[in-house]
């Protein structure tokens, strides 16, 4: 495994024997093949946007995929294992379809390349991950977009969830995460790096657009740091609608919600004020991220009834870091957040109402 795509790597240089966040090698690898993947069905699409052609389906295969790579949010070998084979299917699709519409496609290695197994997913990697680019320079810049793009596509993700959307985001995404398997100079992927910090910019636009016209815009708002001696429910993240829905499935049920680190926001939007079981806030975020889970949940009376740990959201953002067994009686995740299975000894659980879920 090689990864440098946090502040955490290792000596300030990368990761390369298991993760300081807790990624074990066989996950890194398997992330660096999905990403490998994704570019192909990028690149694809990308072709059949231009002839008016793109698979909408497309759009969620890829923001979905970058966003489960980023720092912290998925440890799970098998979960990786069944994204790559579903999006070498799609990919496939895509292939089928541009051939039939007499699409010429450039030659990549992700347009084609094919296996069935774990194990020969994960021996892939060894071929095209960080280190496959031998150019420093290029390697940095390229690695750069795509952790811009994976910054862009949790929060397109968030937008999508509340159904805003932007087709100029999703096209940009595949455009770009296509641009980095062709040979560009590195003026050409200076320029690049600047056009994804502007696309990053607008997304947040539209995940503002998205959280204030659904919840109202936040305001300045007194948060309790105390504790109550209900049961309770930590809920950590960034994603608003995660929240509104454990708040109505807990409402009238005696269970106290408390947002835990990035979720501390979600206390000034006017919408969630109404709710009387959001009662606190456990911690602030920053810092070490295990100490915090561990201040925070150390601070009941008896271990928390659940944690929650919702989709994470930015690259730069600390995020999900599995906790010690006694932090909580059980743990629930959604949907692309996975501690890993068998990494971490309490019982974990996908909530299955979240799970189902529609777009709002
Ligand atoms: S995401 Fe994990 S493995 Fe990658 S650099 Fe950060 S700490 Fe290391």
């Not at 059949?48 to 790579?69: H, M, N, Q, W, Y």
């Not at 994204?83 to 084609?112: C, Y």
């Not at 020969?120 to 150019?135: D, R």
Request: proline share 4%.
């Amino acid at each position: 495994m090689f990864c440098f795509q946090c502040q955490e790597a290792a000596k300030g240089i990368g990761c390369t024997v298991k993760g300081v966040c807790g990624k074990a090698p066989e996950v890194a690898n398997l992330q660096d093949t999905l990403l490998f993947v994704l570019k192909g069905v990028a690149t694809i699409n990308s072709k059949l946007r231009e002839a008016g052609l793109a698979e909408p389906k497309v759009d969620k295969v890829i923001f979905d995929g970058l966003f489960s790579t980023i720092t912290n949010a998925n440890f799970d070998e098998i979960a990786f294992v069944i994204r790559i084979k579903k999006t070498l299917k799609v990919r496939d699709e895509l292939n089928a379809k541009a051939l039939e519409a007499g699409i010429v496609l450039p030659k990549h290695d992700s347009i084609d390349w094919t296996a069935v197994t774990g194990a020969e997913f994960e021996a892939k990697a060894a071929e095209v991950g960080i280190l496959s680019e031998t150019n420093e320079d290029v390697r940095s810049l390229k690695e750069l977009i795509i952790y811009g793009l994976k910054g862009l596509a949790a929060y397109a993700e968030h937008a999508f969830n509340l159904n805003h959307e932007n087709q100029e985001v999703f096209a940009f995404l595949e455009r770009a995460l296509a641009a980095t398997t062709q040979d560009l100079s590195v003026d050409e992927l200076v320029a690049l790096t600047l056009e994804t910090g502007k696309f990053g910019v607008e997304v947040m636009a539209l995940l503002d657009k998205a959280n204030t016209s659904t919840y109202g815009n936040p305001e300045m708002t007194k948060v309790n740091i105390g504790v109550r001696r209900n049961p309770a429910i930590l809920i950590s993240g960034h994603d608003l609608r995660d929240m509104e829905d454990l708040l109505v499935q807990t409402e009238g049920t005696g269970v106290d919600v408390y947002t835990h680190s990035e979720m501390l926001p979600a206390n000034y939007y006017p919408a969630f004020k109404k709710y009387k079981h959001l009662v606190a806030t456990t911690e602030m975020h920053g810092g070490n991220r295990k100490k915090n889970s561990r201040v925070s949940t150390d601070r009941f009376f008896s271990p928390p009834t659940a944690l929650f740990h919702q989709w994470k959201k930015l690259v730069t953002a600390t995020a999900f870091t599995p906790p010690e067994q006694a932090d909580c009686q059980e743990q629930f995740t959604f949907q692309t957040v996975n501690p890993g299975s068998g990494k971490i000894s309490t019982r974990l659980l996908n909530m299955p109402k979240f799970a189902v879920r529609q777009p709002k």
